[in-house]
């Protein structure tokens, strides 16, 4: 049980942790006391975070992380930055070789790992392929799976036959590292968290000069043959996917997007 209970050392009875989830409950009017009625405990972490005194106990859940301006956090990032960030974000299709250090993988996978998912379930895997001919075994089984579909065939046929005289791994643009994430479940809810924490990864990355692209195009490949997924060596049920790497283009400008209307907003 990961949340132990409050270090009464510590705590002054503040009752902030009553305001964080009912868990907690004041015993005889005074001590408040932790009891994990039928496991409601999803491992959220807000006690531990709203706690001013640092008195929640806990194990097993990694570590909280006190920094300037958690506590107000329009000062870490002002709304202006954080468009600027999401409008750099591109999809990126060209890269030079050179592998990512595995310190700058991780980084991205940590900032994976702080998405939040539905219910704080957490059921999602991550993964890595970062050799050159296992991923252009992958990229020809997705091809060779997507033209067996009439539809996909009148679309992306002649795309392919275009990318095959420019990359090597046409389905993934000859990006040094494919990263997939996948769960067991088979929950609507599940694709929302692959899509969050795919977000979050590529977002990162853009953070340390590393460029990402979405491949929507794996997903339905191993949606029509599961026998694909044995390729990236993943199983599960949902999977997202997106590659990664040293970009080797340069945008100048953001491109444009039409503001979409909002029904409902007041002018
Ligand atoms: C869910 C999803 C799946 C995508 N799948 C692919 C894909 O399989 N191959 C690809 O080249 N781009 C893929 N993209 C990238 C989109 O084409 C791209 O986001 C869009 O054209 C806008 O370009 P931008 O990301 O540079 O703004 C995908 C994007 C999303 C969000
Ligand atoms: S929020 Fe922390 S200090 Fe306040 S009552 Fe709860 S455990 Fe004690
Ligand atoms: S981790 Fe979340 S659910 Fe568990 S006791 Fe703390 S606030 Fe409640």
Redesign the pocket.
Known sequence: MPILGIDYEKCINCGTCLTACPLFRRKNKNKIIFRNIQNFCNLCGHCIGKCPEDAILYEDMGEALAYEDIDKTENIADYDTVLKILRA???I?LYKKQKVPTDFLKKVFEAMSHAPTGGNMRSERFSILSDKEKIKQLSNAVIEELLKDPQMSARYKMLFSILEKTYYSPVFFDAPHVIFVSSSLNWASVSNNIGIIITYGRLAAQALGLGT?????VQVAMLNNPEIKKLAGIRGKRIGCFIIGYPDEIYHRS?PRSIKKVAGLEE
């Open positions: 974000n591109r999809s299709r692209c979405w491949n929507g195009l491109p």
